[in-house]
């Protein structure tokens, strides 16, 4: 995909439909065809890369296993795309990440034995400790005091590991809010 290329190459400040137009020889209102607007081509970028980052996870995994393969996948996306962090930061997910690519996450959670609301409690808590440690380490002057002060992947995979664990100790204790329960009363639910 022309606009992956240009993430990699140039990254995400430079990325723009009339870049990717260019690259793709023809003029930027041919992309309106098959995209809706800039936001909806970045959401089927950012749904690329998760679809990337899942096929690397061995099926053969479920519950915590799983988790723990599908953070360290996210996370070695994001080391290996140049801006991948950022782009994932700013889109909205397509259909298909709401919808299967969502659903096929949470089913393998709940085979490993979550009930359903905590395995997407589960999948999004990954998602942001990965999301917001592939952003700090991309951040040149964090990225830099991090490195100084760690091992950055081995810290990393400590975090996933920890919050996993936690998560899964809490399994019984999960009781997530119903609709209308603030971001408090669900944290207090995990521990």
Not at 32 to 45: F, K
Not at 98 to 124: C, K, T, W, Y
Not at 156 to 167: P, T
Request: glycine share 10%; aromatic share 6%; with cysteine.
């Amino acid at each position: 995909m022309a606009g992956l290329q240009i993430l990699q190459d140039e990254g995400f400040e430079a990325l723009s439909l009339r870049k990717i137009a260019d690259a793709l020889g023809v003029q930027t209102p041919a992309l309106y065809w098959h995209v809706a607007n800039r936001a909806e081509l970045y959401g089927l970028m950012a749904e690329v890369m998760l679809r990337e980052a899942l096929a690397e996870i061995d099926d053969a995994l479920e519950g915590a296993a799983w988790l723990i393969a599908f953070g360290q996948a996210i996370y070695r996306l994001h080391a290996r795309r140049r801006d991948a962090a950022s782009l994932v930061g700013f889109v909205v997910p397509t259909p298909a990440v709401h919808g299967d690519l969502l659903a096929g996450i949470v089913n393998r959670l709940i085979a490993g034995g979550m009930e359903p609301r905590q395995a997407f409690v589960a999948q999004s808590a990954v998602m942001s400790l990965t999301l917001g440690w592939s952003l700090f380490e991309g951040n040149p002057d964090v990225g830099s005091l991090m490195r100084e002060r760690m091992d950055v992947v081995s810290a990393f995979d400590a975090s996933l590991a920890a919050l996993v664990d936690g998560l899964c100790s809490a399994r019984e204790r999960v009781g997530v809010q119903q609709a209308g329960g603030g971001s408090r009363e669900a944290a207090a639910s995990l521990g």
